[in-house]
């Protein structure tokens, strides 16, 4: 389970260092892709795996489906941190996020993703306030 925010910085050659505290999880492996909201998703790649076998079952002649699927893996590059715990976002993938140095980067419980500084800011000022309306749209249905 991914939990936290933290600031790490991006390098000159689009790496950041990992949050000690995801290491393990993501440490045999690691896929990055477009996560909603332009961020990025980053799943162990088990996870993913399991995520893309639901995704395949979608049928291709649905056109929402296929759409979804191909911006997915597109999207993706799988990888592993290196020995010092760094992660190396490819410029396409920095290019959709809009990151530059100044990064954020938040444990999204089953996923982490990594936002560009000043839009976490904004999408978090505005999340915040609609928060504790949120659980009674998300839980209704249970």
């Excluded at 140095?101 to 993703?113: H, L, Q, S």
Aim: hydrophobic share 40%.
């Amino acid at each position: 389970m991914f939990l936290g925010t933290h600031t790490p910085k991006l390098d000159e050659k689009g790496r950041f260092f990992l949050p000690a505290k995801f290491r393990d999880e993501l440490d045999d492996g690691l896929v990055i892709t477009r996560g909603q909201d332009r961020c990025l998703a980053i799943y162990p790649t088990e996870t993913f795996v399991e995520m893309t076998r639901e995704i395949a079952k979608g049928s291709v002649s649905v056109k929402k489906v296929r759409d979804y699927q191909r911006m997915l893996a597109a999207g993706a590059s799988d990888t592993a941190p290196d020995k010092q715990g760094r992660v190396m976002i490819p410029p396409m993938l920095r290019r959709y996020a809009g990151l530059d140095k100044e990064i954020v980067v938040v444990g999204a419980i089953t996923r982490v993703e990594v936002w560009d500084a000043v839009e976490w800011e904004k999408y978090s000022e505005a999340q915040e306030e609609a928060f504790a309306d949120m659980n009674e749209e998300v839980f209704a249905e249970q």
